[in-house]
């Protein structure tokens, strides 16, 4: 890792490095939304590397402290957010609950994990903001059981205009620790990508449900 890097730029460095995330304009991956993508995305490989995970959790302490103060509590958004938000949790002393994608479908029927008696201001903690619908879903889900959601800090973010908006309409404050831009940039400077590749992998971000065709096309 270059120390001389911005932070946001040794994030994007570190995902490349470990594989975290994956760039190939020249054969796309399919998403499960059926999306035709160049770039694939998996932060759980974060967890596997000892000084990533810690560098991730140090720079999540260092955002929260600096833009949300002190909350009560941290929250995680399964699944992705539960290891990196439990870590974030350990290291402030705080409580930790977790938000599941659906409510069981036996016992309490719970959606929201742990003791909400706790606290009542909370930062929610996410891996990845694609469309930002599951991770909204999670805020709203914590509203519900009472919590004042402070805000969200999450490890990567395409930068998709559709969440952009889905969260200022929240009225949601996100961070990120990097995001498509900025990992555009530290791929081009360690020769991860040429700046050919830039054109395909900056009209993907400008339209991604629509980019199949005209790389099809």
């Known amino acids: 890792m270059d120390p001389s890097l911005d932070p946001a730029l040794k994030v994007a460095e570190l995902l490349l490095q470990i594989k975290a995330v994956k760039l190939d304009p020249r054969k796309p991956f399919t998403w499960a939304s059926g999306w035709k993508s160049p770039i694939y995305c998996d932060n759980r490989k974060t967890l596997s590397y000892p000084p990533v995970r810690t560098y991730i959790r140090q720079q999540f302490v260092h955002i929260i402290n600096g833009e949300f103060g002190r909350p009560d509590m941290i ?11 439990m870590l974030v949790a350990h290291d402030m002393g705080l409580p930790f609950v977790y938000v599941r994608s659906s409510a069981k479908d036996h016992g309490m029927r719970n959606l929201v994990e742990g003791d909400l008696s ?49 969260f ?12 498509y831009s900025i990992l555009l940039d530290q791929a081009l400077r360690s020769d991860y990508i040429t700046e050919k590749d830039l054109v395909p992998l900056n009209e993907w971000r400008k339209d991604p449900a629509g980019w ?4 099809e096309g």
């Open 75 to 85: 929250a995680g958004v399964a699944t992705g957010g539960i290891p990196h938000g």
């Open 118 to 166: 706790v606290g009542r201001s909370v930062v929610v903690v996410e891996d990845l903001v694609s469309t930002g619908k599951s991770s909204l879903s999670a805020v709203r889900a914590l509203r519900e059981a009472g919590c004042e959601v402070k805000g969200m800090v999450a490890v990567f973010t395409y930068g998709f205009e559709m969440a952009r908006a889905a």
């Open 168 to 179: 200022e309409e929240e009225k949601v404050k996100l961070y990120t620790l990097t995001n």
């Open 212 to 215: 199949k065709v005209r790389v």
